[in-house]
RNA sequence: GAGGUAGUAGCUCAGUUGGUUAGAGCGUCGGAUUGUGGCUCCGAAGGUCGGGGGUUCAAAUCCCCUCUAUCUCCCCA
């Protein structure tokens, strides 16, 4: 019989104990940030109708998705992203939901484009929206929640960055290139990677006049605080009332975070920032870490007044923005910023005598009643391997016990680090022995 | 989708101008007179040299194709 080589597709990976762990504790922190704003799990289905995923995200990501046709003969395609499922979902259901609709959704994507360094084929996104509410207190909240959960991850060296699509339409409205204005915001969103240079290049190409090119560089080069930049922007474009609006908005915004306690330093006001997906028509969003900016925003969104109107007459504005949960990782990975710890369980329990199984099994219920995690080897191996075992995954307490205590109802609580033991009665007076056991883990908790 | 770089044990790599049974460190497993781990010592397992084809008496080594990783373009979390 010849084996089948075991293997992964391109761009889609194995976690490990060790990546899971990391991975989850960090879908469990944007849980916590979600829930303290207010936002509730949702989840949707991986397949959709294609027709419900074409043609929402951009022409790339139509070209990106993957899509068959079913045993059924429907045409079917994986969601490339959180945002077109809730779009379709919040159409379906908004009534029973109600507005506002506040949720958060934790999921696999799939994109089908060449994967990079930080880029798969597969990845979950943390997503979170506000759903029916055109209000600028959810501009405001999605930015501080951005702002929250980054921070509780642990990052400090990060940047929001902040711009409104109303700012860049008004713009081109007022330039006469509203017809370009794709090809437009992509050569302006390249202004980081490659310079005024670079851009100018490809404006050109797309046939920009030179009369126009420089009025969008005057634009894209307005730098300085905040404030400055808002002053720049609303001196240049008061003439477009679209714009104008754009820039209030933003301002308000702005004001509103320095008022929570975000750190001027952490957002910027970057009107080059376009994002390619087409459904944005307000506020939009990146953060980069400043440390790793090439590996490209970890936590973008924006404002989409117009996306569920695809799918139901009634009005559904909606604002969210989604955390890369796998390309943080990589650059978390790539920081030396993660810590590896795979430890199973805290208590470990030696099958050190195999007659005496059913003890072995009172006393880790015992522990495990107290919500203490506890784990009982599964082969009567010499003692000596099986504390070898327990000390490699990093077990805090060993409880040792061969028919000479349990004869006694005792048990030796092994402190791992220190390698020090204390005998203690368990059975029928578990009380002194949970609080000793306690002492230990309490100790090793605070110092791993 | 286009182009550049790379691919040898689970991991990090060595492997001389093509030349016998492809090596090391770490890790894994076992042992060091059978009731106590992290050190040390001994031993073992583990490789179709990414895969396929070609050149040659002979290929890990040279050529072609392919797969995968990584980078650039593109796009994005």
Redesign the pocket.
């Given at each position: 019989m010849t084996?089948i080589?075991p293997?992964?597709?391109?761009?889609?990976?194995d976690f490990l104990p060790a990546k899971m762990v990391q991975r989850e504790k960090l879908m469990d922190t944007a849980k916590r940030v979600y829930r303290r704003y207010g936002f509730l799990p949702i989840d949707t289905p991986a397949l959709e109708y294609l027709e419900i995923l074409t043609g929402k995200?951009?022409e790339?990501?139509d070209r990106?998705m993957y899509h068959f046709t079913d045993a059924g003969g429907r045409a079917v395609g994986m969601r490339f992203?959180l945002?077109v499922p809730l779009a379709r979902f919040a159409a379906q259901h908004i009534n029973e939901l109600g507005t506002p609709f506040k949720r958060y959704h934790i999921a696999p994507v799939w994109?089908?484009?060449?994967?990079?360094?930080?880029?798969?084929?597969e990845?979950v996104?943390c997503d979170f929206d506000t759903i029916g509410t055109t209000g600028v207190v959810s501009d405001i909240e999605t930015a501080l929640v951005i702002h929250e959960l980054l921070l509780e991850i642990g990052i400090d060296q990060f940047r929001i960055r902040i711009n409104n699509r109303q700012i860049l339409t008004g713009l081109l409205e007022t330039l006469d290139l509203k017809d370009q204005s794709t090809a437009v915001l992509?050569a302006l969103?390249?202004l980081d990677?490659?310079g005024a240079q670079?851009v100018g290049k490809?404006l050109e190409q797309v046939g920009i006049s030179a009369a126009q090119s420089e009025k969008i560089f005057q634009f894209a080069q307005i730098q300085g605080s905040h404030d400055t930049v808002l002053a720049k922007l609303s001196a240049m474009l008061e003439s477009s009332p679209l714009a104008t609006q754009g820039i209030e908005r933003l301002s308000t915004v702005s004001g509103a975070l320095l008022a929570a306690g975000v750190p001027a330093s952490r957002f910027e006001i970057d009107v080059s920032i376009?994002?390619?997906?087409?459904y944005y028509t307000g506020i939009i969003f990146?953060?980069s870490l400043l440390e790793l900016p090439?590996i490209?925003?970890?936590?973008?969104?924006g404002r989409y007044d117009n996306l569920a109107g695809l799918f139901t007459k009634q009005p559904l504005p909606g604002i969210g923005a989604?955390?890369?949960?796998?390309?943080?990782l990589?650059a978390l990975e790539k920081l030396g910023r993660l810590e590896q710890t795979a430890r199973a369980a805290d208590v470990f329990i030696p099958l050190?005598?195999p007659d005496r199984m059913n003890d072995y099994f009172a006393l880790a219920s015992l522990v495990r009643a107290q919500g203490i995690s506890a784990e009982v080897y599964p082969e009567p191996?010499?003692?000596?391997?099986q504390?070898?075992?327990?000390?490699?995954r990093g077990?805090l307490v060993?409880l040792?016990?061969?028919?000479?205590?349990l004869d006694q109802g005792i048990v030796?609580i092994?402190?791992?680090?220190?390698?020090?033991?204390t005998e203690v009665v368990w059975r029928n007076q578990p009380e002194a022995f949970l609080d000793a056991l306690n002492a230990i883990l309490g100790l090793g908790k605070m110092l791993s």
């Open positions: 084996l080589e293997r992964t597709l391109k761009g889609f990976r995200g951009s790339e990501t990106q992203d945002t994109r089908g484009e060449t994967p990079q360094d930080g880029r798969f084929r990845f996104q992509r969103d390249k990677k490659v670079g490809e376009a994002r390619g997906l087409d990146e953060t090439r490209g925003s970890v936590c973008s969104g989604s955390l890369g949960l796998d390309r943080l990589a050190f005598d191996k010499k003692l000596g391997q504390l070898k075992y327990a000390d490699q077990f060993a040792i016990a061969g028919a000479r205590e030796q092994k402190d791992m680090r220190t390698q020090t033991a």
